[in-house]
Every structure is written in structure tokens, then in C-alpha cells.
Nanobody, 115 residues
């Protein structure tokens, strides 16, 4: 079992920044990839960014150059730094851990980008 708890969401103006955090606990030794997903109202959940155990990252085209994913294996944390936020980034953001056998999800944190 893996437990994931996101934090850091909130209301921000267009062009602003937020950093999301994901605290990871449980069977962390089995985790290969950490991912951030988001789901906007009326839309499907989509992959925003991912990072492998070795540190290789991947991003959705819509956030490349603006978002940065990172992980701190010592403190069992994952982060999503979001810069130059746009109104279309408004969504619930979910942290997810992926092992060979299971995928776990956090409860989500709301990000609203609005003036």
C-alpha cells in the first residue's frame, strides 16, 4: 500500500506560480514512476508530468517549459512547480505513484487560475 497526500493548491492569477507537493508513505520501495495528473470540469483526467526512479521526466505538450516535476527520494516527496499559469490550467491535480503491480492516487488538490 502507498499513501499519497497532495498540498499546495489554491487560487492564483494568470501568469502566477504555484508549487504542488505530494507526501508519499507506505511501500515506497516498489515505486518506479511518480506522476501528476489533472482533471478539469467536464474533461477526462490527463497526464501532466511524470518522473522515473532514475529522474527521467516527461511532460504534456501543454505544460512544457512552464511546469517542472521533481522528486525527493530521501524525504519521500514529489513536487510540481507550475509557472506562467494560464486559466486553462484550472483543474484538480492528482499525484500518482506507479509500480510494476499497482497505481495509487492521492485525493487531489484544486488549482484555480483566475483574475
Amino acid at each position: 500500500q502507498v499513501q499519497l497526500v497532495e498540498s499546495g493548491g489554491g487560487l492564483v492569477q494568470p501568469g502566477g506560480s504555484l508549487q504542488l507537493s505530494c507526501a508519499v508513505s507506505g511501500s515506497i520501495f516498489a515505486i518506479n514512476n511518480m506522476n501528476w495528473y489533472r482533471q478539469a470540469p467536464g474533461k477526462q483526467r490527463e497526464l501532466v508530468a511524470g518522473i522515473t526512479r532514475g529522474g527521467t521526466t516527461n511532460y504534456a505538450d501543454s505544460v512544457k517549459g512552464r511546469f517542472t516535476i521533481s522528486r525527493d527520494s530521501v524525504n519521500n516527496m514529489a513536487y510540481l512547480q507550475m509557472n506562467s499559469l494560464k486559466t486553462e490550467d484550472t483543474a484538480v491535480y492528482y499525484c500518482s505513484s506507479q509500480s510494476a503491480a499497482m497505481t495509487y492516487w492521492g485525493q487531489g488538490t484544486q488549482v484555480i487560475v483566475s483574475s
